[in-house]
């Protein structure tokens, strides 16, 4: 397992949450990592993704200014913090790394992706 997620659980609309993501073997030192999501019957949503270390961070525009990605090198560990979470954030997480050097207008797409977590379930109760 090169990804492997974790954090999600049930939060009231307008909390946060953390989820985290640890990267093993040849994952952990792609530099493009990122979080997608994907609610139940919906086809999988960007939510961000950065080019480390000098790119910025491109967010998906349903979790701008709420939603944070960072990343722990020492630990190999990705994180996304989420707050003022809504009802329409309920979905399945999943953190991913890519094997090149992705440019930002190529983060949103999911084939460009080889590496994928196992998903985290965050579900957000109104």
């Known amino acids: 397992v090169q990804l492997q997620a974790s954090g999600g659980g049930v939060v009231q609309a307008g909390g946060s949450l953390r989820l985290s993501c640890v990267a093993s073997?040849?994952?952990?030192?792609?530099?493009?990592m990122g979080w997608f999501r994907q609610a139940p019957g919906k086809e999988r949503e960007f939510v961000t993704a950065?080019?480390?270390?000098?790119?910025?961070?491109a967010y998906g525009d349903s979790v701008k200014g709420r939603f944070t990605l960072s990343r722990d090198n020492a630990k190999n560990t990705l994180y996304l913090q989420m707050s003022s979470l809504k009802a329409e954030d309920t979905a399945v997480y999943y953190c991913?790394?890519?094997?090149?050097?992705?440019?930002?207008?190529?983060?949103?797409?999911?084939?460009?992706?080889?590496?994928w977590g196992q998903g985290t379930l965050v579900t957000v109760s109104s």
């Open positions: 073997g040849r994952a952990a030192s792609r530099s493009v």
């Open positions: 991913a790394a890519a094997e090149k050097n992705l440019i930002t207008s190529q983060f949103r797409n999911i084939l460009n992706y080889d590496y």
């Open positions: 950065r080019r480390w270390p000098n790119a910025s961070t």
